[in-house]
């Protein structure tokens, strides 16, 4: 036997329902955050990748120095 505590049939019901609910709103947040990135592309708020990725190492490098100071 495993050692996982058993529900009764009640609380599966109630924990399923409640996991599905939470999916729910992760998946409706996922859709707006695509939604959002879809309109940023048809409003031309798009970057180079190699632009992208020379922000994002300044950045670190600054963080780097900042912290050896």
Known sequence: M???PRLDSGDE???AAAQSASNQAHLLELRAAVQ?????IKA???ADVEEAF????AMLDELEAAKRA
């Open 54 to 57: 020379g922000r994002i190492e």
């Open 44 to 46: 031309g708020r798009v």
């Open 36 to 40: 959002r990135g879809l309109d940023d």
């Open 2 to 4: 495993d050692d996982c």
């Open 13 to 15: 019901n109630d924990g």
